[in-house]
């Protein structure tokens, strides 16, 4: 039942209220045109206990009508919620593709190398993904996933500060690791699929192009998002790169430093956001079932006090 089956319902049982308190009213003035008027209940020779019970004989019925109004507004569905929005976390998954060629140990300005300033800008860009599926797709000559798609982003963050160059034969293979990277992506079902590509270099390895990769990559709906982290190399050409990018959707960037590096990976972070968009949400605690058990002691209540304290005799 959606939310305005739910506002409808409500208001149907709702309605029965006023209904209620009609038949309640019309009830209470028949009982007073049927009562024997007396003068004073000192003039009837009655018990005292006799006399409270006579006085207090409407409560049980009140009970009654007590425990069908708590029972109507219970199969109204009383409900509290908290609104609220925020980005939605739902249905992004990412795969970081890093190149761990040998010229990744070459130091950039700040004299530590290039992957050590990536495996750390990549830890903070970790801490911004609660909720999102990551997967690390490493690659040289040619390429290994290293982690699948998961939530669990300290396992991640702890296999990124692991990272060294010459785990495979060196080279630069783009295509194969955008490739890893798709057999990942293969069966998600995320409403966005992204490849954040991370290298220093140009492709010189592998049996697949990034173009070939890009397009497949394309085909299967999935953005890449390609970094050139190229420090002391300012005539580095990241054309080809750009292309990747601008084939699938995504954006290329160029990074000369850590401060560009950041900047990227938090540029990705925000247009991912803003493709996933914005939603909406609302925590309800119900409240139903706590009025029909209030609404059901309410009705024996009535019914003990009716066959004991308030019987009828003949």
Do not use: C
């Not at 006085?55 to 199969?75: C, D, K, P, Q, T």
């Not at 669990?152 to 890893?180: V, Y």
């Not at 084939?247 to 540029?267: I, P, Q």
């Amino acid at each position: 039942m959606n939310l305005a089956d739910n506002y409808f319902s409500a208001v149907a049982w709702l309605g029965l209220i006023p209904v209620l308190v009609l038949f309640g009213f019309v009830r209470w003035r028949w009982a007073r045109s049927v009562a024997i008027p007396v003068s004073s209940i000192s003039t009837v020779d009655v018990p005292e206990t006799q006399t409270r019970r006579v006085r207090y004989r409407w409560l049980a019925e009140f009970i009654l009508w007590l425990s069908a109004l708590v029972g109507i507004i219970g199969l109204a569905g009383p409900q509290h919620g908290i609104a609220s929005n925020s980005a939605d976390l739902e249905g992004l998954d990412i795969v970081l593709t890093i190149d761990l060629s040998s010229s990744m140990n070459l130091r950039n300005s700040d004299g530590e190398s290039k992957l050590i300033t990536a495996q750390g800008v990549i830890s903070e860009f970790l801490d911004g993904q609660e909720g999102n599926r990551i997967g690390v797709v490493i690659f040289q000559s040619s390429a290994l996933i290293l982690s699948p798609l998961t939530y669990d982003i300290e396992a991640l963050g702890s296999q990124i500060d692991r990272l060294e160059t010459g785990w495979l034969k060196d080279g630069t293979a783009i295509g194969l690791g955008i490739s890893e990277a798709l057999v990942i992506l293969r069966n998600s079902s995320a409403k966005s699929k992204v490849i954040v590509l991370l290298t220093d270099g140009e492709n010189n390895a592998g049996v697949i192009s990034p173009s070939e990769a890009a397009e497949l990559s394309k085909a299967l709906d999935t953005r890449i998002y390609t970094i050139a982290f190229t420090p002391g190399d300012e005539f580095f050409d990241s054309k080809v790169l750009r292309s990747i990018s601008k084939v699938t959707g995504g954006r290329g960037f160029d990074a000369y430093t850590r401060e560009d590096l950041l900047t990227a990976y938090s540029t990705i972070a925000d247009l991912e956001r803003s493709n996933i968009g914005v939603r909406d949400y609302v925590v309800m605690n119900y409240y139903q079932t706590a009025f029909i058990l209030v609404a059901m002691a309410l009705l024996v209540i009535s019914f003990i006090l009716s066959v004991t304290y308030f019987k009828r005799f003949p």
